[in-house]
Nanobody, 124 residues
């Protein structure tokens, strides 16, 4: 079992930055692929970024590529999402998700564990 707790959300002006954190319980965090999903009101949950256990070649959705960076600290059992040049369309609840695997997929059904989400609101 893995428990995930997100933090770092809030209200920010367009063009600003935020860093989200997702702290995981357990001793095997380094073996999990981690993903950040987001869900805007009235829209489906979409995958924004994925990082595998090795940390190499993260995946980014086209809508966030070049603006968001996902990285992890296995000593702290934490994955981060650094968000820059935020736009109003980035407003959503952001969730982290985990899968015990060397691989990640941009599919909601792939992940076994989810956090409770953290709200990000970007004002224009």
């Amino acid at each position: 079992q893995v428990q995930l707790v997100e933090s770092g959300g809030g209200l920010v002006q367009a063009g600003g930055s935020l860093r989200l954190s997702c702290a995981a319980s357990g001793r095997t965090f380094s073996r999990y692929s981690m993903a950040w999903f987001r869900q805007a009101p009235g829209k489906e949950r979409e995958c924004a970024a994925i990082i595998t256990p090795s940390g190499g070649s993260p995946y980014y959705a086209s809508s966030v590529k070049g603006r968001f960076t996902v990285f992890r600290d296995n000593f702290k059992n934490t994955v981060y999402l650094q968000m820059t040049s935020l736009k109003s369309e980035d407003t959503a609840v952001y969730y982290c998700a985990a899968k015990l695997s060397d691989y990640g997929l941009a599919s909601r059904s792939y992940y076994d564990y989810w956090g409770q989400g953290t709200q990000v609101t970007v004002s224009s």
